[in-house]
């Protein structure tokens, strides 16, 4: 879902009218609030179809309302009211309660050591627009080549109707009209027909499956492995992970469902050279969520709850239904809804970054892979001089591995979702950034380790 652009207060003078309101007088025990958020110096947008008002305060909590509602947001967590949102003379009026919980949220924060830290980074690529116009182009996952890493391929979702694989100089090399596909992941040396491939999956919101390929280096091309359908019970795929358990040796494909559903198949050679997938866990969110990346290392998952935060899982299939920690909350400071993709900086010696698209705030979170995932920092790609920013970013990867002379570090791979070049809007495309202009903004080493993603380690339990 993508989210309103934010309009100043102090310059919005009717953003909160509706033409067709139903007049009369505000009610006791209700506040306008328009002219308390302008008081509070905060910061609001109007979305006249769905009769909403989103805001942010000037510390950085958002919260969000609806005409003719008693449920709202605010600071990342939903309630309910006594009375509805009303629209009066022409003003939007809270009850009093909803009122006093945005002041004491206001009041919050103002001398916090751990405010959130922004930094700029600048793409310095990017790859061909997607073929469909509106919302289209979804998530990217990044294959390195063994043999030559300076030939490794970007491998991109269409939702309206395929999968896309780039080189790293954006060019388009196949493209394949596989259904509306939405979340992408790949893996290396899945055990197949006796011998080693790697592999990529994705869900297919055409035919509600898991759809897995073989990736050939030398021309992207990829080649469909799946024995029989491994189709979901869940009413609509939508968020994707592989994961490679590095305790067990097995492959798996984690999937989420548009009404919070989990579910988390074993895939395996069939005996015939193709896959077979099985389910061996399900479990259900609250709401509705996407984004969602496993760390091989370390046998956890995040999953990303658009409305919510980031939840931190087991990975193993019988690691449970419950999380294991929320990493952070999406209260508008370092997330702001929707929280899309997420992705695992590798480090060495199990050190390294999570990565998460905040598309409310078109910016994305860091926070550290190991322990309890403090926040690090967080950063926006603004315009260059000859490829634009990224904004309302869905899905996003990072690889810290060389991938030849113009990628000595890796790179980071964002969607985005106004594309545009010399004035022009564009359909959608993939924003490629230095891994360097990011790990100077969260001072990283300039000289770390690396990890090759073929070579990863068992850590902890």
Known sequence: ???????????????????????????????????????????????????TVVFKLKNGISGTVTIGEKEYRLAGKKGELDSEVQL?????????????????????????PKA????????????????????????????????????????????AGGVLVYDLAGKQLQS???????????????????????????????????????????TGELKDIVAEPIKSKMGEVYGFSLYHSLRSGKFYALVLGKDGEFEQYELADNGSGKVAGKL???????????????????????????????????AEPEGGVEPLAQVDIADGRRLQDDVEGLTLYYGAE???????????SNSYAVYKREGANEYVSSFTIEDGESVDGTTETDGIDVIGFGLGAKYPQGIFVAQDDANEKDG???????????WEAVAKGVNAPAAAAQVDPRQLVKRGK
Request: charged fraction near 25%.
């Open 1 to 51: 879902m993508k989210l309103l652009h934010v309009l100043n207060a102090t310059v919005l003078t009717a953003a909160l009218l509706l033409p067709s309101a139903a007049y009369g007088a505000a009610e006791e025990g209700y506040a306008p609030l328009r002219a308390g958020l302008e008081n509070l110096g905060a910061e609001l947008d109007w979305d006249d179809e769905d009769r």
């Open 88 to 112: 009066v003379n022409e003003s939007t009026q809270v009850p009093a309660a909803l009122w006093k919980a945005i002041e004491e949220e206001n009041g919050k924060y103002a001398d916090d």
């Open 116 to 159: 959130p830290k922004f930094f700029e980074v600048r793409a310095d690529a990017e790859t061909d627009a997607v073929a469909d116009g509106e919302d289209a182009a979804d998530d990217p996952a990044i294959w390195v080549d063994g043999a030559d890493p300076s030939q490794s391929k970007l491998i991109a979702t269409n939702k």
């Open 176 to 218: 394949y009209p596989t259904g509306k596909m939405n979340n992408i992941d790949l893996r290396y040396d899945f055990p197949l027909g006796g011998s080693k491939v790697d592999i990529v999956a994705a869900t297919n919101r055409t035919t509600n499956t898991i759809d897995v390929w073989a990736v050939s280096g030398a």
């Open 280 to 314: 061996v866990r399900e479990f259900t969110l609250e709401s509705q969520s996407e984004g969602l990346a496993a760390d091989d290392e370390y046998g956890t998952m995040y999953i990303a709850e658009e409305d919510a935060g980031i939840w931190k899982y087991s």
């Open 350 to 360: 199990g050190q390294g970054y999570l990565i998460a698209s905040s598309q409310g």
């Open 424 to 434: 022009e809007e564009l359909n959608q495309n993939f924003k490629i950034v230095p």
